[in-house]
């Protein structure tokens, strides 16, 4: 069985500080995805970055990074700088590969408050 | 750039009653997820079709059926309604293959009374 867990339910940051969103993962897949998805208070999901298991290389994008982490099983989520439009609730999602429409599997999420 | 459309965009129904869910992917698309997500929960996997075939299946009860049409476009039909069963219902597409990521509709938000 899979298991995303985001052990943080909620963080609240003064505007343009750094935060980190944690995302520990459980499967027995050797090959898998991880993703992160953004749901702002308008309720829509927002497709922000996907992660290969065989590819362990951190990426950043803008003011976004990432670190994945295989020998711990995180995938872990860092905003810089962050802004007041960054506040949203952020769910980190796996993925079996079984070479089929296989569903996520989503953490409970984490709900960023940015304060101006 | 099209996105997947979902209609209704509210829906209210009452105990017992029965309703459907539509879900139009991006096009080119041929894979169709859908998943429920009540108040403060996380989305949840309810089924998912590739090619008009259902391909994986989460936790849908069993008053729950969907299929996948010709065109692609995808329907969720719920039966004998129950309060629990409000919430938001997403759809997502997807290029069927190993690495593409699904992309999600604005979701159908259903309210039983």
């Known amino acids: 069985a899979q298991k995303v867990t985001q052990a943080q339910t909620e963080i609240s940051v003064v505007e343009k500080e750094d935060v980190t969103l944690d995302c520990v993962y459980e499967?027995?897949?050797?090959?898998?995805?991880l993703f992160w998805y953004k749901q702002p208070p308008s309720g829509e999901l927002v497709f922000l970055i996907r992660?290969?298991?065989?590819?362990?290389q951190n990426e950043i994008s803008g003011r976004y990074s990432w670190n994945f982490q295989k020998s711990t099983s995180s995938f872990n989520f860092t905003i810089t700088a962050s802004q007041v439009v960054d506040s949203a609730v952020y769910f980190c999602?796996?993925?079996?590969?079984?070479?089929?429409?296989?569903?996520?599997?989503f953490g409970k999420g984490t709900h960023l408050i940015i304060q101006p | 750039a099209a996105g997947v459309i979902q209609s209704p965009r509210h829906l209210i129904k009452e105990k017992r009653e029965t309703a459907t869910l539509k879900c139009y992917p991006i096009?080119?698309?041929?894979?169709v997820y859908w998943y429920q997500q009540g108040p403060g929960q996380d989305p949840q996997f309810l089924i998912s079709?590739?090619?008009?075939?259902?391909?994986d299946k989460g936790s849908i009860p069993d008053r729950f059926s969907a299929q996948q049409f010709s065109d692609y476009h995808s329907e969720l039909n719920m039966s004998s309604l129950e309060l629990g069963d409000s919430a938001l219902y997403f759809c997502?597409?997807?290029?069927?293959?190993?690495?593409?990521?699904?992309?999600f509709g604005p979701g159908t938000r259903l309210t039983v009374t």
């Open positions: 992660r290969n298991s065989f590819d362990e």
């Open positions: 096009p080119r698309h041929d894979t």
């Open positions: 997502a597409s997807s290029l069927a293959g190993e690495m593409l990521e699904q992309y």
């Open positions: 999602a796996l993925r079996r590969s079984g070479g089929g429409a296989d569903g996520l599997t």
């Open positions: 079709f590739y090619e008009k075939m259902q391909s």
């Open positions: 499967t027995r897949d050797t090959t898998y995805y």
